[in-house]
């Protein structure tokens, strides 16, 4: 690429000339591409330590008389440098041998090397040349995607075995990644956000946990708070994305949304200037209490002028698109908000020479005069403010649909049902009111108010019924989010009242008559419809939070004070912005503030935190408080002030409050036992606090007869919790320690579902305790890794395959259908993507590689044809092939080389390259008898055409299945059409067939009516199709009587086909051991794997066998003793013996049809069973034999005589076969085989190899 020119004085040793003309030269990094050398590893050492890591490749221009030179082209690949180097060939070279004068030469050069820099940049991200390489760098050295976005990086030193290592520390979006290179040694290490459990920093170390132990501490003299608090804001981006959208983990950021008016001075990274943005932003909505749209533009130092006290205050001015604010420099001191629709005008005022200079006077749409002097750049900031106001955008109420339904807004609930206050505290609210209306005087009202310490006082005083609408508002921020979107809580109304069978709805009802209900508002049905109508317009805005418990509860406080509209934007702050994430799935916010609540009683209260710790009180009582902000557990009128209050702090009262309670109650709680006595303690004084300035009547309030004695006025509670803890708690501290705990929680939710799922599992014969919850780490690992890398290839519009896809449905609704247990298993399902990882890098039979084991023993394991493994057939799978079970390992290999997990064609591919033929397909539907216990499975365990390991032509097994179906008389319409793009999407329901397929399964044929599922005469023809549910319920009426004829495994259904007499299926156990459910048998019982007949199993073929053999060498590490050469030789010999001298058709007549007592496989080895069947039965198969011989006989008549020798060769070698005895007995007799599958392999060691290969950056590729 071309770069600015820089002039370089002295020749570099450290690179090599690779082309050079007069005026040009093209050099290499010395050592680049290098593996060996002491020029590379001294080179590649000095640009570690030095942290230089130039770009490799570079284009000086020189002049022969001159010792400077510059530099006015880099390249990260030779190609890309090569291509400048022939445009300056095509280009300059001539021109420059035409002029006398060097000077010129090098004046013309550089001007137009600058001319290209500039038009090849124009359109570019702003990036530096240097940035662009160490980006390159990042990219190359760590394998990252392209949709990896490097942050910065930053120079570090690592600690590796008590040696410092001085390298480089990239921070990209989703990872921490360390690189050195020390006289030939490469360190790598790769840290995902989302793994990270702890992150601090002292002095110049920043030090990182994660959740696997793992530690790390990087040392750098420069910039190490920024890079501390670069890893805080990622990890915290990063675990909210996994809170949020689990199934979608990787952090994405738009810049656009962080654009700043005017030109970008800052030489620091794009990305880098953006999330500071965003952090900015972030800290200047909380502050002001913005809505989430809101991005700060920039802040200026300005001094304000206070009309209430007659001075001016310094501070800075913040500009976003839709506000103006002022903080002042003093806490607490004066702030202001005023939104840029209300601005009039803004003018300089020029006082001529006084102190107070460079001033300007905004006057508001209510005529109020904001004068700010002492501005650094005046212009700048008019100029700002002006271009902010055209492009203001006044939001307006648009035309929406009508929907059916009549209803009018509620007005607030007190209005109606009045309480009857005594004249004493009629009196305390009128003297409140008077206060407030004078410092609305003072102050100012509304929005655009002076906001200083007067009104904290005024509120933690009590606010009047009459104001407490308009002071949560405004307060809340909820004011402006209304004021944003016009019209929008009608339409939402009307459409939630049309809805109907809404699981959200349906909890919504059962809640209602639990809101509140000593109220008589919420024992009216005017109360009751209001708060129903709230409600579910929330939870049609707000679809991921829905609806949860204690939203009632506080709403229906909204709706006492509030008109409905209002009440529902109260509600939406509530759940967005004041205390996020408290009501979404697992009260994972309320849950995170828990643990922010234990450090703190453990700071401030160190004597009592370790026996709450011990009683676990913390845990019980924090929910319960923090959800509905004290209403549930103290009385409605002292709960009132806490939510005066809590408006104005937000979070930073509920922890005060709740400090200041168990301190109270400090000597109770240390004589306490056990944490129902602790509990009982705090309940009854929660229950005596009361609020003597807002007594509601005995008449009115329930509860009131039921109140033990009072203990503490809810003022002294509030001035108390202010005096004590108000300096020491800050919002700065609470979102520090929220950024700790985040971690924290999200570690345990994690933990806590390793337990469940451990103590189901944890009697399997394989692993121990501690094994599976290893086992478990990797796979939530592997999963989020292989998620990650899915998400970015779709941002790249680029799949990474054809993965079926979860239908996707709503929180609420998945909770109720799956339940926690089922949401906690599922979590730990799973995929063909990660289970073929899991094997290859856990077990010894990754050597193979003749045979993708992986592969086939995932069809093996996955018997319904969901596309994933539950974590019960995981350790089955893993367990057997590391377990010293050596018998059933060599079981298992030799059934995972059968048809058809292992097909004709593979084989053929195995040994080279051909053409695919309609053939392949024959041999895997011989062999389907065996296959599938179940009709509706063994299609299944065929490959799909979206299977590399399918032949697009495999078309005789439909060939035959569909003549089948003719000669039985059965219509067309029944028959699965192969032919059509299978269906990838992945029903949950493993019960319904009719829709259920995987990457390994072809689509199932839709389940037919009850007539459809009935067997059928010849000729009587399929009842008419019916939709899936309606297929389901008749399948499930028919019980055993599905008739899958794709897939002959049940000799009985055919008889039942033929002479329509048999009502039922033969027993499953009769036809079990020509399953592949029965094959699956060893993954299932373990233990009673000896005891199974190995009569069940078929019996191999010769191309199957030698493949077979091929894996057992490659798996012993490709050594082949005299002793295994032997036992090849003997096996080899048996299948000789076994070749019956008249070889047979492959038939299906030999699949399981009665016969003399002398009971012999057919050529491919399939066991016969002395069943006698009804002659039909014989007849059909014996039909579409004579047709299938015909078809053979016509195709050998056109070959020559050195044909039919080879044909009848072919047919003597496919009539070799070995039975599983034989198998197993002559291999046992081999003792390195014996030995080598006894051999136990340790889980948590190959565990832990497969993460240190992730921390250094030795991933696979999915």
Not at 369 to 387: G, N, Q
Not at 1195 to 1219: C, M, V
């Amino acid at each position: 690429m071309w770069i600015q020119p820089k002039e370089l004085l002295l020749p570099s040793a450290f690179w090599i000339a690779e082309m050079h003309s007069r005026y040009f030269v093209l050099q290499k990094r010395r050592g680049h591409g290098e593996s060996r050398g002491f020029g590379s590893m001294l080179v590649g050492t000095y640009d570690s330590v030095m942290n230089t890591k130039p770009a490799p490749y570079r284009i000086l221009h020189q002049t022969p008389s001159s010792e400077v030179s510059y530099e006015i082209a880099i390249g990260i690949t030779q190609d890309e440098i090569v291509r400048d180097w022939e445009w300056l060939q095509s280009n300059l070279f001539k021109v420059l041998d035409e002029m006398e004068n060097e000077d010129e030469v090098t004046n013309f050069t550089i001007c137009k090397i600058q001319s290209l820099y500039t038009q090849n940049n124009q359109d570019d991200t702003g990036e530096s040349a240097d940035f662009k390489v160490m980006t390159s760098q990042f990219r190359q050295i760590f394998k990252m995607p392209e949709e990896e976005r490097l942050v910065n990086s930053y120079s570090a030193t690592y600690v590796k075995n008590k040696i410092p290592r001085q390298g480089q520390l990239y921070i990209s979006l989703n990872h921490v990644c360390y690189y050195s290179y020390m006289l030939g040694q490469e360190i790598k290490r790769i840290i995902r956000f989302a793994e990270l459990e702890d992150i601090s920093r002292n002095a110049n170390t920043i030090y990182l946990k994660t959740t696997n132990n793992m530690t790390y501490n990087f040392t750098m003299l420069f910039n190490a708070s920024e890079a501390h608090l670069l890893i805080e804001q990622l990890n915290k981006m990063a675990i909210q994305q996994l809170i949020h959208d689990p199934d979608s983990p990787v952090v994405d950021h738009d810049p656009s949304n962080f654009a700043r008016l005017g030109n970008k001075t800052s030489k620091k990274p794009v990305l880098l200037r953006d999330l500071t943005a965003r952090q900015k932003s972030e800290e200047f909505r909380i502050y002001f209490r913005l809505p989430q749209s809101e991005i700060i533009d920039g802040k200026i130092k300005a001094n304000i002028w206070t009309p209430y006290s007659k001075r001016f205050n310094s501070g800075f001015i913040y500009l976003s698109p839709n506000f103006l604010c002022f903080r002042s420099d003093v806490k607490d001191l004066v702030s202001v908000v005023i939104p840029m629709k209300t601005i009039k005008s803004v003018e300089k005022k020029d006082d001529g020479q006084q102190r107070f200079e460079n001033q300007i006077v905004i006057i508001t749409s209510e005529n109020v005069p904001f004068m700010f002097a002492h501005i650094v750049d005046r212009d700048v900031l008019i100029s700002k403010i002006t271009d902010l106001l055209a492009r203001i955008h006044v939001p307006v109420s648009r035309e929406r649909a009508k929907y059916d339904i009549s209803w009018s807004k509620q007005t607030a609930l007190m209005n109606t049902f009045k309480t009857q206050f005594s004249a004493e505290i009629v009196q305390k609210q009128e003297e409140k009111m008077l206060r407030w209306e004078a410092h609305f005087r003072d102050f100012g009202r509304g929005i655009g108010m002076f906001r200083t310490t007067d009104v904290i006082n005024l509120i933690v005083e009590g606010i009047p019924d009459k104001l407490r609408q308009e002071i949560w508002l405004i307060f809340s921020g909820a004011i402006h989010d209304k004021e944003m979107n016009p019209g929008l809580y009608e339409d939402l109304v009307e459409k939630a009242a049309c809805i109907k069978n809404c699981f959200s709805h349906d909890e919504i009802d059962r809640d209602l008559p639990r809101s509140l209900p000593e109220h008589p508002a919420f024992q009216s049905t005017d109360g009751i419809g209001a708060l129903r109508r709230v409600l579910q317009a929330y939870a049609l805005r707000n679809p991921q939070v829905g609806y949860c418990q204690a939203m009632n509860i506080v709403s229906s406080v909204f709706l006492l004070f509030c008109d409905e509209e209002n009440a529902f934007w109260m509600l939406a702050s509530l759940c967005e912005n004041l205390l996020p994430d408290y009501y979404k799935d697992k009260v994972v916010g309320a849950q995170i503030d828990q643990g922010v609540l234990n450090e703190l009683v453990e700071t401030h209260l160190a004597d009592l935190h370790g026996h709450l710790e011990q009683l676990g009180v913390i845990k019980m009582i924090s929910i319960s408080w923090f959800l509905t902000i004290f209403m549930s557990v103290i009385s409605y009128e002292s709960s009132l002030h806490i939510l005066d209050c809590f408006f104005y702090e937000g979070a930073k009262i509920i922890f005060m409050i709740s400090l200041q309670i168990i301190e109270w109650n400090r000597e109770k709680l240390l004589q306490c036992q056990d944490d129902g006595e602790a509990m009982l303690v705090l309940q009854n004084y929660l229950e005596g606090i009361y609020n003597p300035e807002y007594q509601v009547p005995p008449a009115t309030d329930k509860r009131k007869m039921e109140r033990k004695i009072q203990t503490q006025t809810v003022q002294t509670l509030i001035h108390e919790a202010y005096t004590k803890f108000g300096e020491e708690i800050t919002q700065q501290r609470i979102e520090e320690l929220r950024n700790k705990h985040r971690r924290l929680t999200m570690r345990q939710f994690d933990i806590d579902n390793e337990k469940t799922i451990v103590k189901a599992y944890v009697q399997n014969p394989y692993f121990s305790r501690n094994e599976l919850h290893k086992l478990l780490t990797i796979i939530r690992e592997e999963k989020h890794a292989l998620k990650s890398l899915q998400q970015q290839q779709q941002k790249a519009q680029c799949p990474l395959s054809e993965m079926p896809q979860l239908v996707p449905q709503s929180p609420s609704r998945a909770i109720h259908e799956a339940g926690a247990s089922g949401d906690r298993h599922e979590a730990y399902s799973v995929n063909y993507e990660v289970f073929h990882t899991l094997f290859t890098e856990l077990t010894p039979w990754r050597k193979c590689v003749s045979v993708d084991i992986g592969e086939k023993l995932f069809r093996l394991t996955d018997k319904r044809g969901t596309g994933s493994l539950d974590f019960g057939q995981l350790i089955n799978a893993l367990g057997l092939v590391c377990s010293t079970k050596s018998m059933e390992k060599l079981k298992l290999l030799f059934v995972l080389h059968l048809p058809p997990l292992l097909s004709k064609a593979e084989i053929e591919r195995s040994r080279r390259p051909r053409p695919r033929t309609k053939d392949d397909a024959e041999e895997a539907f011989e062999a389907e008898d065996f296959f599938d216990n179940d009709a509706s499975e063994s299609m299944e365990a065929l490959p799909s055409p979206s299977d590399h390991n399918f032949d697009a032509d495999d078309f005789a097994l439909i060939s035959a299945t569909q003549h089948l179906h003719n000669l039985a008389g059965i219509s067309g319409n029944t028959f699965m059409d192969l032919s059509r793009t299978p269906n990838l999407s992945l029903n949950s329901n493993t019960s319904s067939l009719a829709q259920r397929s995987s990457t390994f399964y072809v689509d199932m044929p839709a389940l037919q009516d009850l007539g459809a599922a009935r067997m059928t005469p010849p000729g009587a023809g399929v009842g008419t199709g019916a939709d899936v549910a309606a297929g389901a319920q008749a399948a499930a009426a028919a019980d055993h009587m599905l008739l899958n004829v794709e897939t002959i495994s049940n000799f009985s259904q055919i008889s039942d086909l033929v002479a329509a007499t048999r009502q039922e299926r033969a027993d499953s156990t009769a036809t079990d051991s020509r399953s592949l459910g029965s094959l699956g048998y060893l993954l299932d019982q373990p233990d009673e794997g000896a005891s199974c007949s190995q009569h069940s199993i078929p019996h191999m073929r010769k191309e199957n066998f030698q493949l077979l053999w091929r894996s057992i060498i490659e798996i012993m590490g490709l050594v082949q003793d005299e002793e295994m050469q032997r036992a090849y030789e003997n096996l080899l010999e048996l299948g000789n013996s076994n070749i019956k001298k008249e070889p047979s058709l492959e038939s299906f007549t030999q699949l399981n049809l009665g016969g003399s007592g002398d009971e012999q496989p057919d050529s491919n080895g399939n066991p016969t069973t002395p069943a006698a069947e009804p002659i039909g039965t014989t007849r059909l198969f014996v039909a579409l034999e004579e047709e299938l011989r015909q078809a053979s006989g016509n195709g050998r008549t056109t070959t020559t005589s050195s044909g039919n020798s080879s044909s009848s060769s072919t047919n003597t070698s496919e009539s070799w076969h070995i039975s599983i005895s034989q198998f197993i007995a002559t291999v046992l007799t081999v003792n390195s085989i014996v030995r080598g599958f006894q051999t136990p392999i340790q889980i948590s060691e190959q565990i832990e190899q497969l993460q240190k290969k992730r921390r250094k950056c030795l991933s696979v590729n999915y």
